[in-house]
């Protein structure tokens, strides 16, 4: 089961937060972890970092989205994704290979505690979710099984 949420903008408070709570950082399973810091985090990256972090996104296009899968320090794993529209999506997958009614119950109580610690606006949970590189994305409905909260309305 993925659980997401929503920040209107890559804050480098909130990721920091995210990361050191969250990731694994002394075996993170990709090394562009470190690419991700100091482009999002520390505002320090090189030109290096930002070509490592090119090879995540999913077309060609600068604008395109992109996710860092990365190991989790007590989930089953971590996800950090910046989006084509430069808002920042933070996930955490919780193990559930029997699909039990339990995991929904912790999906729901994940999301919810993620959305107060990094005050996001909504969140969104499925089996196999993939990360939303877009509002569009976010929004499709497909294989979301729960949804909280709603992403506020563009400005004209």
Same mark, same amino acid.
């Given at each position: ?12 408070? @909130? ?22 810091? #100091?482009?999002? +985090? ?13 090879? @995540? ?26 989006? #084509? ?17 339990? +995991? ?10 993620? #959305? ?12 196999? @979710? ?12 497909? @294989?979301? %099984? ?6 506020? %309305?563009?400005?004209?």
């Amino acid at each position: 089961m993925d659980v997401y949420v929503w920040l209107p903008r890559p804050d480098a408070g @909130l990721l920091h937060q995210f990361i050191e709570r969250y990731v694994n950082r002394e075996d993170p399973g990709d090394d562009r972890l470190a690419a991700f810091s #100091r482009v999002y +985090v520390e505002n320090a990256a090189s030109d290096d970092d930002r070509a490592a972090l090119a090879d @995540l996104r999913r077309g060609d296009a600068l604008g395109d989205g992109f996710s860092l899968y990365v190991k989790a320090r007590t989930h089953y794993g971590a996800i950090l994704t910046i989006t #084509r529209e430069g808002a920042a999506v933070l996930g955490l997958s919780i193990d559930d290979p029997d699909g039990s009614a339990h +995991v929904q119950l912790q999906a729901r109580a994940l999301i919810e505690h993620l #959305r107060a610690e990094f005050a996001s606006p909504a969140g969104c949970a499925g089996v196999e @979710l993939a990360p939303p590189h877009s509002r569009q994305e976010w929004e499709d409905d497909g @294989l979301v %099984q729960i949804r909280v909260g709603q992403l506020h %309305q563009k400005a004209p």
